[in-house]
């Protein structure tokens, strides 16, 4: 797989995820473990979090497709 086309699959994986993995993340009840007026510092955990499992989702996946390809 050439390099400019594993860098558009990488995004099109990556940025779909850190939207869906954010919203999943924020489905949670964090009531009991949230402090009162930290709510900003809760969503750029959550944001960083999201980041991070898409990250590893979309490089996973992409290294799957990369093993897949290298068989043909």
Do not use: C, H, Q, W
């Amino acid at each position: 797989m050439s390099s400019a086309l594993s860098t558009i699959t990488y995004f099109i994986i990556f940025f779909p995820m850190v939207y869906i993995i954010y919203n999943s993340l924020k489905a949670f009840d964090y009531a009991k473990v949230l402090r009162r007026g930290k709510i900003g510092e809760l969503k750029v955990l959550l944001f960083v979090i999201a980041v991070g499992l898409a990250f590893l989702f979309a490089l996973a996946v992409l290294e799957i497709i990369e093993r897949i390809s290298g068989f043909f």
